[in-house]
């Protein structure tokens, strides 16, 4: 079993930074890609942000320049540094991550979610 946990969310002004965390448990072995979701009321759930084992990333174009994903391979942590927030990346903020488990089965894991909201 494996849990993933996300903590960070809250109420901020457009122009604002907030910053998610993630943190994983359970029969991890390893963890390959994480990455960072969002969905926002009425709209199907979005990449925004992936980062493989190595470092490599990948943005979404709207959130290019302004967030920043980030992971901690040796405490199964990731981040989600969120700079000059828009009203428009209000929205549910789900970690998501590819485990392999001791017991060598290949999961995908999400994470319940939180709540951003950005105030224009």
């Known amino acids: 079993q494996v849990q993933l946990v996300e903590s960070g969310g809250g109420l901020v002004q457009a122009g604002g930074s907030l910053r998610l965390s993630c943190s994983a448990s359970?029969?991890?072995?390893?963890?390959?890609?994480m990455g960072w979701y969002r969905q926002a009321p009425g709209k199907q759930r979005e990449l925004v942000a992936t980062?493989?084992?190595?470092?490599?990333?990948y943005y979404a174009d709207s959130v290019k320049g302004r967030f920043t994903i980030s992971r901690d391979n040796a405490k199964n942590t990731a981040n989600l540094q969120m700079n000059s927030l828009k009203p428009e990346d209000t929205a549910v903020y789900y970690c998501?991550?590819?485990?392999?488990?001791?017991?060598?089965?290949?999961?995908?894991?999400w994470g319940q979610g939180t709540l951003v909201t950005v105030s224009s």
């Open positions: 998501n991550a590819d485990v392999r488990t001791i017991l060598h089965r290949n999961l995908e894991v």
């Open positions: 980062i493989a084992t190595g470092g490599s990333t």
């Open positions: 359970g029969s991890i072995f390893v963890i390959n890609g």
